[in-house]
């Protein structure tokens, strides 16, 4: 069976860390491009982070404008895994962050529609 399967949320205060983690099996996802997505309550799944493949085996991350300098998206290819590092949390990142994988190509990572299977979500609620 395929699947992603996030792990790591909790409830931090603002200006704390958390780590998430996606783990996938049923296939190796080398190639694929992960992202992470959020959902916060009354407002659309947005656009996190990503990593893409590219040729040579290089992967190349990609971040919202919101998260940039504060997360990091890191893949672990032996694991099959791909983990969320969050610091400097706001009580804006408050939502369910989704990892999501699929085969696509970098211009179109942050369009959630592109991204053919997605794990469960966890949730992330950072207070003030």
């Known amino acids: 069976q395929v699947q992603l399967v996030e792990s790591g949320g909790g409830l931090v205060q603002a200006g704390g860390s958390l780590r998430l983690s996606c783990a996938a099996s049923g296939r190796t996802f080398r190639s694929y491009t992960m992202g992470w997505f959020r959902q916060a309550p009354g407002k659309e799944r947005e656009f996190v982070a990503a990593t893409v493949w590219s040729a040579g085996s290089v992967y190349y991350a990609y971040y919202a404008d919101s998260v940039k300098g504060r997360f990091t998206i890191v893949r672990d290819n032996g694991k099959n895994a791909v983990d969320l590092q969050m610091n400097s949390l706001k009580p804006e990142d408050t939502a369910v962050y989704y990892c999501?994988?699929?085969?696509?190509?970098?211009?179109?990572?942050?369009?959630?529609?592109?991204?053919?299977?997605w794990g469960q979500g966890t949730q992330v609620t950072v207070s003030s």
């Open positions: 999501g994988a699929g085969l696509i190509s970098a211009q179109y990572v942050t369009y959630g529609r592109e991204y053919e299977l």
